[in-house]
């Protein structure tokens, strides 16, 4: 009877004619190669055989491969990088936690991608850990856990990457990002994985082979899962009874396609294809074994770049990260990288040293001549490797007495230059010029004392301390004179006084402007201030000792300072405010500000901020808090406006340059009512020559109206003490012109005026109107325009425009032109970017999609353009497609040029094949849902949704294949049920199912019989002999898929299906 009973179950397996003799059935196994130095690798066609075997039993089997010999062009290319795995582990805290990816092919920056984790389905938690900037080989699997000690404890060996971002259950989703983008995911991050097909608590999931990644969009049958708890219990990895598959994942298009023909002694044969990755982890050569060092003398600026030798790349030329120029000796570090991942690097040395001495930029330098002390600029000198270098000296400074200075320039490499410089003290100038009875000393500058005295008793005149001494009586007079630092007398000068003095010279300081050219003349009169003679003799004459002023007579003041305060008499005691004076060019006027101290409170800080604006010299600024009360009271407008200068005649203001307080009006921590600087309903005006002060007021430096001077009044002009309005003069702010006055009897005296030399006139430019720039994309620079000034000669314009200027249409760049004493000039400039070029596609021809059911959102083609560069395409087509298309991408520059390409998109439908293996019918399509049907009536059989179907009565049965939102149904199949093939149920039990390969069996009690195996198309895999209640079948030697076991006895047949993954 078991003789029959294997006859029958080779008939129902549909074996060849030769009865129970098949053929050879070839099993194929994917395998690595790697090139050798010169590009190639060979393999024998038994490398691919994964136990092929034959049940004819004719002798050993003959093998032979489609292909044995590769080179570089095999080089795998499957995708960057994706995720291959994740495991739940079941060490103390549920660690390790983690995933497997995966790269399919090279990756020269790692850093491109990054890693997130979505919990328990509450959505993207975006990029959380983005990985080092690395290169990574192709066919490499990376690592990354939570816990790098239980991880090493559980697989034996250490993860690449720890971070807390992938501390997931099996519950978890987990996406993978590139430059920001999500590119696969595992799992649903929308949705809570428990209870899901994907869920894998305490245990993994494993993609299967081939999978790609998914582009953010999560197929679970995509993947093979061990089932929630599988490591509970267990220590290690290595000995759990279903262990995650480390390492085994094979890409798409990761390798080459090679059939394996398998032939036995009679002829007949079998075959299968393996895929081949040809890989290549063989670093460049350099060519040169050692680089040669490279020495300058202070910088090396660029290096010729070495070479290397790869074997599939050919000759490789070197990077580096190093800046140059190089200005210290270093090591260059020089880097080969094949693209394929093999990196090899090489050091160069630069050795710089230095041993010319600096050169100094004056070959002499000018002496130095003083009454009383100097403390001299530092010279400098210019060096071939430091540029400028400012000279040293030993000298204490100011130096008081005639020396030679030695200044010391260094270049700090050990190279030294000396130089020397004469320095002469003359000491004070005592002469002094007798004119009728009045004497004056001839010392002039800054800051000097006089003070006269009587020689007769070397006694003090009371009161005489000007520079000019009028003797009343006859007598012999001398000066003592003191500049701070030192002071000297002049020898006595004998006056005779008679009764007619003479003349009486009276002066007024004036402004002038400069012209055109850069000149400016007066007439010897015009600073006469009314000059007048006793002795009336005729009339009397007068002389000036400078009429003609040029660009090197302007004005040197201060900056700004301020020059008076007022209190109006208005309504709300308005107006209110102060005057400033702006003593030399502000070519920023926001570097001033300022503030308010009412009542004695103290300072306020800067409360008000002038605006960026350039201010000329010999400038008065307004500035009040009421522009209405201020014209109606002065007659003109303000320059600017706030509330900080709300100030009653008691309050205090100060001055702020660079935050800093420079100038002060009244004492900020008393209350002014009563003290002596009270200016309420009236004015305070700065003496005139009285400088800025630092923040340290002196009321005796200010005259004042007095208060209530303003009471009643309706303007400045017709008020009793009107306010002095831009009378201020600035010490040191104008040219000293001594005016001589002569009479009849040739009785002469001089007194001093100050001349103002001011440029007023803004500067011309040379072009009156300047030429268009156009650009099709972007304007990088333009030529800056220049002006002519009548003192600074030629300038070149400045623009706050940035560069390039990309926007499209006209950009109106405007130049400004500012010379020395703040006279600004602007002119405009049209910059005009116009745009004709429409963007090119990067793809000739875009690849045809096809799928199924549906074609989610491809990945958007991309095109070039001349100035926005890439351009992503973009549709109007709906996605998912569900039906075949067309889709047309629209590549748009922002600039009004379009282009379009199209896409066909075929949908083909599911594959609704089965495999019959009687009485089991079985459908092909994996990854879908099952309903199997009774053709006679087309009614569904409840309760059959599984992939197989096992017909219990001969009839005709198809399936319905439903895959998301498509369906399709299957052709009837006639199932022939009867014979001795009695189903029995022998309490047969299967564990694991799926595995890995090993399946243990167990019975109820004890059973003799056949036990069969066949795979998917009904070919024999095993058969073997049972008389026991268990059995052990080993698969680990085939492939994975679906395979059926048959166990036939006296009483009838048990099968059961199984799953290897």
């Known amino acids: ?186 799992g649903d991050i929308n949705t809570d994985g428990s209870g899901q097909p994907w869920d894998f608590l305490d245990g993994w999931a494993y993609r299967n082979d081939l999978q790609g990644t998914n582009g953010g969009t999560f197929t679970s049958t995509n993947w093979t899962y061990s089932g929630i708890n599988t490591f509970d219990g267990q220590t290690s990895n290595a000995t759990s009874p279903i262990p995650f598959p480390v390492g085994t994942y094979t890409a798409l298009s990761a390798g080459i396609s090679v059939m394996l023909t398998v ?89 710089i040293s230095d041993n010319i001495a600096p050169v100094a930029d004056a070959t002499t330098l000018a002496d130095l001549v003083d009454d009383c002390e100097v403390s001299p600029i530092a010279p400098t ?123 009486t010279a009276v002066c007024q300081d004036i402004i002038v402007y400069l012209d055109g050219t850069g000149n400016a003349t007066i007439g010897d009169t015009d600073i006469d201030g009314g000059s007048t003679d006793d002795c009336v003799t005729g009339g009397i004459t007068m002389s000036a000792s400078q009429t003609a002023f040029s660009c090197t007579d302007l004005s040197s003041g201060s900056g700004m300072i301020i020059t008076g305060t007022y209190d109006g008499p208005l309504p709300g005691g308005l107006p209110k405010g102060v005057e400033l004076y702006v003593g030399s060019a502000i070519a920023d006027l926001s570097n001033y500000g300022i503030g308010s101290a009412n009542n004695g409170g103290g300072t306020d800080g800067e409360e008000f901020t002038f605006p960026a604006i350039a201010v000329p010299a010999g400038t008065f600024i307004y500035m009040t808090t009421d522009s209405a009360a201020f014209n109606a009271f002065f007659g003109f407008d303000a320059d600017f406006i706030d509330g900080s200068m709300s100030i009653n005649g008691d309050d205090a203001v100060e001055l702020f340059q660079g935050g800093v307080v420079i100038d002060v009006f009244g004492d900020i921590n008393t209350d002014g009512n009563g003290e002596p600087w009270e200016y309420l309903d009236g004015w305070a005006y700065r003496n005139d020559l009285e400088a800025a002060n630092a923040g340290v007021f002196d009321y005796t430096n200010w005259m004042y109206s007095g208060i209530n001077v303003f009471d009643g009044q309706t303007t400045n002009a017709t008020s009793p003490s009107p306010f002095p309005v831009g009378t201020y003069l600035a010490a040191g702010s104008g040219t000293p012109v001594t005016l001589t006055v002569t009479d009849g009897l040739m009785n002469t005296d001089q007194c001093t005026a100050l001349v103002t030399v001011l440029d007023t006139l803004v500067p011309i430019a040379d072009l009156a109107t300047l030429a268009d720039v156009s650009g099709d994309c972007e304007v990088t620079t333009i030529t800056a325009p220049t002006a002519s000034d009548n003192c600074a000669g030629l300038l070149t314009g400045t623009t706050t425009t940035t560069f390039p200027i990309t926007a499209s249409g006209t950009t109106v760049v405007t130049w400004t032109f500012v010379d020395a004493s703040g006279n600004v000039l602007t002119q405009d400039q049209n910059v005009i970017i116009s745009d004709v070029t429409a963007p090119a596609a990067d793809l000739a021809t875009l690849t045809d999609l096809s799928d199924d059911c549906e074609v989610a959102m491809p990945t958007a083609p991309t095109a070039t353009d001349n100035c926005a560069g890439a351009i992503t395409g973009t549709t109007t087509t709906t996605f998912p497609i569900t039906s075949s298309t067309t889709i047309t991408w629209t590549y748009d520059d922002g600039n009004g040029n379009t282009i379009t390409q199209d896409q066909i998109v075929t949908i083909n439908g599911l594959d609704v ?39 219990m009565v001969t009839g005709d049965y198809a399936v319905i294949i439903t895959d998301g939102n498509c369906s399709d149904t299957s052709a009837c199949v006639n199932v022939e049920v009867g014979g001795i093939e009695n189903l029995v149920d022998l309490g047969m039990t299967v564990s694991p199912n799926p595995s890995a390969g090993i399946f243990n069996v167990s019975f109820d009690n004890t059973v003799s019989g056949i036990v069969t195996i066949v795979d998917a198309n009904g070919r024999l895999i095993q058969s073997q002999e049972l008389n026991n209640n268990s059995l052990l079948v080993d698969l680990t030697a085939y492939q994975s898929g679906l395979y059926f076991m048959q166990v036939a006895t006296e009483n009838g047949v048990s099968r059961e299906r199984i799953v290897k993954f």
Do not use: H
């Open 381 to 503: 000198a210019t060096d071939n490797c430091l540029g400028t270098i400012t000279g040293t000296s030993t000298i204490t400074f100011p130096v008081t007495a005639s020396t030679t200075i030695t200044w010391t320039y260094d270049d700090g490499n050990g190279n030294i230059t000396t130089q020397d410089q004469i320095v002469t003290i003359n000491g004070l100038d005592v002469t002094t010029t007798l004119v009728s009875t009045t004497i004056t000393s001839n010392a002039i500058g800054g800051p000097l004392t006089y003070q006269w005295i009587d020689c007769s008793n070397n006694s003090a005149v009371a009161g005489e301390i000007n520079q000019s001494f009028t003797a009343t009586l006859t007598g012999d007079y001398a000066v003592i004179i003191d500049n701070g630092t030192c002071s000297d007398t002049s020898a006595c000068v004998n006056v005779l006084v008679t009764t007619c003095p003479g003349p």
């Open 1 to 186: 009877m078991k003789k029959v009973y294997s006859i029958l179950l080779l008939t129902a397996l549909s074996f060849s004619s030769r009865g129970q003799c098949t053929g050879p059935t070839a099993i194929c196994q994917n395998i690595n190669v790697y090139l050798d130095a010169a590009g190639t690798a060979t393999i024998l066609a038994s490398d691919i055989d994964n136990g092929s075997t034959d049940d004819c039993a004719t002798g050993s089997l003959t093998f032979s491969a489609s292909q044995t010999a590769f080179t570089c062009a095999d080089i795998g290319t499957g995708p960057g990088l994706m995720i291959t795995g994740a495991y739940d582990g079941p060490l103390s805290g549920g660690t390790p936690k983690g995933v497997e990816l995966y790269a399919g092919s090279a990756i020269a920056d790692l850093s491109v991608y990054g890693l997130g984790s979505a919990n328990n389905g509450g959505g993207t938690d975006g990029e959380e850990f983005t990985f080092p900037a690395i290169s990574v080989a192709a066919g490499t699997f990376i690592y990354v856990t939570t816990d790098s000690a239980q991880f090493n404890i559980f697989f034996g060996f250490n993860a690449d990457f720890i971070t807390g971002s992938m501390g997931i259950n099996g519950d978890d989703a987990v996406e993978l990002f590139q430059g920001g983008v999500v590119i696969d995911v595992f």
């Open 263 to 351: 032939t036995d002694g009679l002829g007949d044969t079998g075959s299968c294809t393996a895929l081949v990755t040809v890989l290549d982890t063989i670093a460049p050569i350099a060519d040169l074994a050692t680089l040669a060092d490279e020495a300058a003398a202070c910088e090396v600026l660029t290096l010729t770049v070495p070479t290397a030798a790869d074997n599939c790349s050919g000759p490789i030329t070197g990077t580096t990260s190093t800046t140059f120029p190089i200005s210290a000796s270093t090591v260059v570090t020089w880097m080969y990288d094949d693209g394929n991942g093999n990196i090899t690097t090489q050091d160069q040395n630069v050795i």
């Open 913 to 951: 094949t089965t495999t019959l293996v009687e009485p089991t019918i079985t459908a092909n399509a994996t990854g879908v849902t099952y309903q199997w049907i009774d053709c006679s009536d087309n009614s569904a059989i409840a309760g059959e949704t599984a992939q197989d179907f096992e017909a």
